[in-house]
């Protein structure tokens, strides 16, 4: 982790513990509690499958690459997942590690990386809609909203950084051959790259419409089904809120956390957007930390069997004899 990095973690820890003293450590502790252990195991096994479905869309994009599987673009999401949620890594460390994924399993760094960027940007073109149902729910529910001008402002900046990999297409080939040096830098045996490659590998990608609009449609639904998981969260800690409700919170959450990709695990930022959201709905600061952490709880539930496999499969390949 670089030293912008730790500082901006530091940061958000600070703003975290901040966050918890403000709502009271108390208060927010009684509010997870209500959740019980079953409560946690629920929402952790509701997340799973959504996970897995995350993998197919990026195999819908990815399928051609040679060596792709759904089983192999399943588990290096859910590794990338769990590096970026679990570890104190940024969201791109997450990426990294999702590359190295597939090359252990024998898939070329080059046609894996530019799949994953294909993925993240039908991902984060899904989020619009999301991001938008949040903003016409919020308009419904509390129309005198303060909130109201600076989550459009959210929107638009998410939906000028959707634009940038159709707007600046020769530069996002040049960003990706970069990466796709890193990552050759990183792992020798990768072998070599070119922009030839780089360019004619992402052409072939984007021409598969029906492919891209199904990882698209996968992402939507999977944006969606977040809302879902917020309503049940508050409704297993005694919180009963509306569907509009559930969706304006996580969805206008999320806008929030799509800037804080640098900051690892979106430490603080996430408490924050979850505090400053639910008191639109007048939930409390303690109900709202508590569905952060129990975000967080569930992904560590999930992400640290994944990485414990993860590191056994990287010690059987280092293994004499593997």
């Not at 513990?17 to 019980?36: D, E, N, P, R, S």
């Not at 992402?202 to 309503?231: D, K, N, P, Q």
Request: with cysteine.
């Amino acid at each position: 982790m670089t030293v912008a990095r730790s500082i901006a973690f530091l940061a958000g820890l600070a703003g975290l513990v901040a966050l918890t003293l403000y709502a009271g450590a108390g208060a927010v502790l009684q509010a997870f509690v209500a959740l019980k252990f079953r409560g946690l195991a629920l929402v952790t096994l509701l997340h799973v499958p959504l996970l897995a479905l995350l993998g197919m869309a990026w195999w819908s994009v990815g399928r051609e690459v040679p060596g792709a599987t759904r089983r192999r673009l399943v588990w290096a999401r859910f590794v990338r997942d769990a590096v970026a949620e679990v570890l104190p890594f940024s969201q791109a460390g997450g990426y990294l590690v999702g590359m190295r994924v597939l090359h252990v399993e024998g898939i070329r760094a080059l046609p894996a990386a530019l799949s994953m960027s294909v993925d993240l940007v039908m991902e984060l073109w899904a989020k619009l809609p999301y991001i938008t149902a949040g903003l016409v729910a919020l308009i419904v529910l509390a129309p005198g909203s303060h909130l109201l001008r600076p989550l459009a402002a959210a929107l638009a900046l998410t939906i000028a950084m959707a634009s940038l990999p159709v707007l600046l297409r020769g530069r996002l080939w040049r960003f990706l051959e970069a990466f796709a040096l890193l990552l050759a830098r990183r792992w020798p045996d990768i072998g070599t790259i070119t922009a030839a490659d780089v360019q004619q590998t992402f052409e072939r990608m984007f021409y598969h419409r029906r492919r891209l609009l199904a990882g698209f449609s996968i992402h939507v639904f999977c944006w969606f089904v977040g809302a879902a998981e917020t309503w049940v969260i508050l409704a297993l800690m005694g919180t009963r809120v509306g569907p509009l409700t559930a969706l304006a919170v996580d969805s206008l959450v999320s806008a929030l956390r799509t800037f804080a990709f640098l900051v690892p695990a979106a430490a603080g930022i996430q408490e924050g957007s979850y505090v400053l959201v639910c008191a639109l709905f007048a939930i409390s600061p303690a109900t709202a930390l508590a569905i952060s952490f129990t975000r967080r709880a569930r992904e560590i539930v999930i992400g640290v069997p994944v990485i414990a496999a993860w590191q056994f499969q990287e010690a059987r390949r280092l293994a004499p004899n593997g």
